[in-house]
T-cell receptor
Framework: NAGVTQTPKFQVLKTGQSMTLQCAQDMNHEYMSWYRQDPGMGLRLIHYSVGAGITDQGEVPNGYNVSRSTTEDFPLRLLSAAPSQTSVYFC?????????????FGSGTQLSVL | AQSVSQHNHHVILSEAASLELGCNYSYGGTVNLFWYVQYPGQHLQLLLKYFSGDPLVKGIKGFEAEFIKSKFSFNLRKPSVQWSDTAEYFCAGGSSNTGKLIFGQGTTLQVKP
């Protein structure tokens, strides 16, 4: 059972480049989400999804797009990378779409934008 | 607006001291509350959660938290900390209506041996 798989683990981008962070879970969880973690700011919610075909904005959605075409996958797209998007990104899933159960986290992607 | 705030950003304690970390939330509807811990270089782990029932919740590693609705608080407590409790602690709150789960800014706990 792989759990939540994030790729890549590390990425360096130049300002203006685009890329997609991949996230997949094999636990049939309805709820999936993306957070970014920055020192002193905790985890901030970027986007989340309560099921296939349903996505919603979190606290800091600007500059990021998501889609949820299947239950398993929830990719995060950076449209035009900026230095302010340098961060560690975590994907998480949960079996409960009402956020009543614990989150299962991926191992994170460390992104640097130069 | 939905928010979670943690008052203490950095706490330093000696071993055997008692711990209380503050967490306040603001939600309009039914709220689900969590405390997570992140040890250096590791993923977040769930310490405890509350979404209904007894407002005093016991979690792993001797931690507990009390949901006080009138104060919008969910403070984390431990009667006697150990050096191994050195970590970053995050409070999180979610809305059952929307599924949106927000984290606080985190509190770094340093326990001196």
């Amino acid at each position: 059972n792989a759990g939540v798989t994030q790729t890549p683990k590390f990425q360096v981008l130049k300002t203006g480049q685009s890329m997609t962070l991949q996230c997949a879970q094999d636990m049939n969880h309805e709820y999936m989400s993306w957070y970014r973690q920055d020192p002193g700011m905790g985890l901030r919610l970027i986007h989340y999804s309560v099921g296939a075909g349903i996505t919603d904005q979190g606290e800091v959605p600007n500059g990021y797009n998501v889609s949820r075409s299947t239950t398993e996958d929830f990719p995060l797209r950076l449209l035009s990378a900026a230095p302010s998007q340098t961060s560690v990104y975590f994907c998480a899933s949960s079996p409960d779409r009402g956020a009543r159960e614990k989150l299962f986290f991926g191992s994170g992607t460390q992104l640097s934008v130069l | 607006a939905q928010s979670v705030s943690q008052h203490n950003h950095h706490v330093i304690l000696s071993e055997a001291a008692s711990l209380e970390l503050g967490c306040n939330y603001s939600y309009g509807g039914t709220v689900n509350l969590f405390w997570y811990v992140q040890y250096p270089g590791q993923h977040l782990q769930l310490l405890l959660k509350y979404f209904s029932g007894d407002p005093l919740v016991k979690g792993i590693k001797g931690f507990e938290a009390e949901f006080i609705k009138s104060k919008f608080s969910f403070n984390l407590r431990k009667p006697s900390v150990q050096w191994s409790d050195t970590a970053e602690y995050f409070c999180a709150g979610g809305s059952s209506n929307t599924g949106k789960l927000i984290f606080g800014q985190g509190t770094t706990l340093q326990v001196k041996p």
